[in-house]
């Protein structure tokens, strides 16, 4: 296959290949370059990119290469190896597939064995005696976080209660109580407190507000205060 007119015979057997078969082989003897040259044309190459089946690649011995090589499922290095690929050996498919097997084999078991590992590891991390010793340490931090609480909640309770006794002290020095203690006494009538001479009348009865306890006594007489001088 070379020469004027090369390309075009390619190109229709190639069509006439279309839908036809499982499997093509596009291959040459060795030659020069000028003898290989058809399998470099552009549509050489179109028509075994377009091709329907599977195209095996084998122009030339093993160090010519061609475009349509490249425009090719596969290629071979000469013809009997495209002819190896297109019949392999039934026994070598066998062998290997044996192969895989074991190989697919091997996998699950050590998939299985992680597994394995993996559920034993789980098991042990939540059996009884490692829940008993997780509860166990949970106990122990929210009885440590209990006792922190009572801590601070009698300090704080300590606390307002010198602030109270403080506030009460202070009230107490400036109320009338602490005066009264000293000896003096407060009028009280009807009306209200007496702050004046003139706030009662003769006869009438008020009550005295001790330091301790009190009095109710009856107005004798109203003395009027004289002003400085008189």
């Not at 090589?69 to 290095?77: E, L, S, T, W």
């Not at 829940?131 to 931090?141: K, V």
């Not at 601070?152 to 602490?178: M, Q, S, T």
Request: with cysteine.
């Amino acid at each position: 296959m070379q020469g004027e007119g090369a390309e075009e015979s390619i190109v229709s057997a190639l069509l006439a290949l279309q839908g036809r078969t499982d499997l093509i082989i596009v291959c040459r003897g060795g030659g020069s370059a000028e003898d290989l040259w058809c399998f470099n044309s552009e549509v050489v190459a179109r028509a075994v990119y377009a091709c329907d089946s599977p195209v095996i690649s084998a122009v030339g011995h093993e160090t010519d290469v061609t475009i349509t090589d490249f425009a090719a499922d596969v290629r071979a290095a000469t013809p009997t190896a495209a002819a190896k690929m297109a019949v392999p050996d039934v026994e070598e498919l066998r062998i290997r597939l044996r192969q895989s097997r074991v190989r697919i084999i091997r996998a699950l078991w050590s998939c299985l064995e992680r597994k394995e590992e993996r559920l034993e590891y789980l098991q042990r991390s939540l059996s009884a005696a490692r829940m008993y010793s997780l509860t166990g340490d949970f106990r122990q931090r929210l009885d440590h976080l209990s006792d922190r609480l009572d801590f601070a909640l009698a300090e704080e309770l300590r606390d307002r209660r010198a602030r109270l006794d403080a506030v009460c002290g202070r009230l107490a020095a400036v109320g009338p109580r602490a005066t009264l203690q000293r000896g003096y006494a407060l009028a009280r009538s009807e009306r209200g407190l007496v702050m004046a001479w003139d706030d009662v009348r003769p006869g009438e009865e008020i009550e005295l507000i001790l330091g301790r306890g009190g009095l109710r006594c009856r107005v004798l007489d109203c003395i009027e205060e004289k002003e400085s001088g008189e």
